[in-house]
């Protein structure tokens, strides 16, 4: 029945537009999801490569701080080992200077008792021409009342025989031998070497809360090292602590 059909025609195509409409809507919609899922990816792979150079910049520029270290503390080992070897060849030069000083101590007692046992023989021979010359002279007068000559005199027959030639040997004795000044080249080693120690003493060591008050200090002559202001001798290197000005002796009055 051809009314029949077309209202079968008429009910079956807006079923199949509507289909198909909703069909178009979706497919758009997924396009569109898809499309969002896309440029998040997108987003991503963007933010993973700027991560990612970042990353490898620090990541060099750690190599590089690494490498730095490493070779700073090579150069740190071996300052450390320059350092052991120039405080060795100071503690070398300061053990040769202590024993220096030990052998000029013994020969300043060497020097002293022979002094002394000049001395004594200075007095010998002075007691020697007090008994001779009265009796010379008592010789003379009994030669000149027989008509005989007088003998010559001490200092006539030779002059070592003479007092005053003693009294002079006597101040050249007595005469102390001045030191002779340590090379500047010397004094100038060991006065760095003694900064380095004291230098490297100072970052070794913690601070303390409370500090005494450190005794009165002085520098050595010889080997530079401070020691105590009233220490007659170092006790490094054995020399003898000498005033830079010492105090003149007093002049005894004539009597």
């Not at 000049?118 to 009265?134: C, I, V």
Request: aromatic content about 4%; glycine content about 2%.
């Amino acid at each position: 029945m051809p009314g029949g059909r077309g209202y079968i025609v008429s009910i079956v195509i807006p079923g199949l537009v509507c289909l198909y409409i909703s069909r178009d809507v979706k497919l758009r919609l997924k396009s569109m999801a898809d499309e969002q899922e896309i440029m998040c990816k997108l987003e991503s792979i963007k933010e993973i490569r700027n991560k990612t150079l970042q990353m490898e910049k620090i990541k060099a520029r750690l190599k590089a701080e690494f490498e730095a270290l490493e070779s700073e503390e090579r150069h740190l080992k071996e300052y450390k080992q320059e350092m052991d070897l120039l405080l060795q060849e100071k503690m070398a030069h300061v053990e040769e200077l202590r024993l220096i000083h030990a052998d000029i101590n013994v020969m300043e007692n060497t020097i002293k008792q022979s002094e002394n046992d000049l001395n004594k023989l200075l007095e010998s021979t002075r007691r020697l021409h007090d008994e001779y010359k009265p009796l010379k002279e008592h010789v003379d007068a009994l030669r000149m009342t027989l008509g005989l000559q007088r003998l010559p005199d001490l200092c006539e027959e030779e002059e070592k025989l003479s007092l005053d030639y003693f009294e002079k040997q006597k101040a050249e004795w007595q005469t102390e031998p001045q030191e002779p000044p340590i090379p500047e080249s010397l004094a100038a080693a060991a006065a760095a070497a003694q900064q380095l120690q004291v230098a490297r003493k100072q970052d070794t060591r913690q601070t303390a809360t409370f500090r005494q008050q450190p005794p009165p200090m002085k520098a050595c002559l010889s080997c530079h090292q401070q020691i105590h202001r009233n220490a007659p001798i170092c006790p490094l290197c054995k020399a003898k602590s000498r005033s830079r000005n010492p105090k003149k002796p007093k002049r005894k009055q004539d009597e």
